[in-house]
């Protein structure tokens, strides 16, 4: 067994995840970047990654996040038992460390009504609060009910604004369409201006792996293609809201609360396959029952 330094681990660790574990344009890198090197920070960069215990990990884990959110104590738990299950895997193995039996995720509160009230959805489309290219993206994230890193892989020759479609990659590999409203049009005419070529959506902020991205990621000057992590922190600082993958939950609710809308319909907007998948994403919103209750009345006959 080779006697690796964590720092060096772990380095080695993300640099094959990217490539091979990890899905293009999630913040997973990152994540798991940041949660490792506070493993690291604990344990120390130069400790033999075999002399580091599961009992250890599992015991850093509670240290660091017993008190965060579900969310963030699970994230951290993923992070190390990815990182271990690789270091086993490689070739010579870096540590015979498992992840004890006790350290379980804990449980995610569920709510099952994940769509955004009316009034806040509108008020994400106020010129007067918040800046053409969020207001542009937020947009044909709702008329589309497309995922994130989807839509910011489109290249501005893959739009038809005039026909109000686009073909991306999505998922999997395959190619769809997808369409939005002319007001969406009107929003990408605006943004993308005299360009021509590139990404539709930039940002300022390189991403972390810069060096490494495709000519295709840039755009002018210093800009490059805005990635997904960047969109999901300005939505929250931005809007305080929740996440912003609640947005297609928003449409797909919306859509699923109006009578007429086929299952078939609504699996050819979302790019779902199954009524299942279909299921978690389509909930009425708090309006739609509000509605529904005011049509069927009470027993009272009010």
């Not at 009316?118 to 290219?133: C, G, H, I, N």
């Not at 809308?261 to 509000?290: C, F, N, R, W």
Request: charged share 25%; net charge positive.
């Amino acid at each position: 067994m080779v006697a690796q330094p964590l720092g060096k681990a772990i380095d080695t660790y993300l640099g094959w995840a990217v490539i091979h574990a990890f899905k293009e344009g999630s913040g997973t890198p990152r994540t798991y970047r940041i949660k490792l090197n506070m493993y690291a920070n604990a344990f120390g960069h130069e400790t033999p990654v075999k002399d580091i215990s599961g009992q250890d990990w599992y015991q850093a884990c509670g240290q660091y996040w017993a008190h965060a959110s579900p969310e963030t104590y699970n994230s951290g738990r993923r992070a190390a038992i990815s990182f271990l299950k690789f270091c086993r895997d490689s070739e010579p193995p870096l540590t015979e460390a498992e992840p004890p039996r006790l350290w379980m995720p804990r449980k995610v509160p569920t709510n099952r009504s994940r769509a955004l009230p009316q009034a806040t959805m509108v008020s994400l489309f106020d010129p007067e609060k918040y800046p053409l290219r969020e207001r542009c993206l937020w947009s044909l994230l709702y008329d589309s009910s497309e995922r994130l890193s989807a839509v910011l892989a489109l290249d501005i020759p893959d739009l038809d604004l005039d026909a109000c479609i686009a073909s991306l990659r999505v998922k999997g590999g395959d190619i769809r369409y997808i369409a939005w409203t002319p007001a969406t049009s009107a929003l990408l005419r605006e943004y993308i201006g005299e360009r021509k070529h590139g990404p539709v959506y930039l940002g300022e902020v390189p991403p972390w792996n810069w060096r490494d991205r495709p000519a295709s990621d840039r755009g002018p000057g210093n800009l490059f293609r805005l990635t997904a992590h960047r969109a999901r922190v300005l939505y929250k600082e931005l809007t305080g809201v929740g996440k912003l993958h609640r947005i297609r939950h928003t449409r797909l609710s919306d859509l699923g609360s109006r009578d007429g809308t086929s299952s078939p319909m609504l699996k050819a907007i979302s790019g779902h396959t199954t009524d299942k998948m279909l299921s978690h994403y389509s909930q009425p919103t708090p309006e739609a029952v509000a509605a529904f209750m005011a049509r069927v009345g009470s027993l009272m006959g009010e």
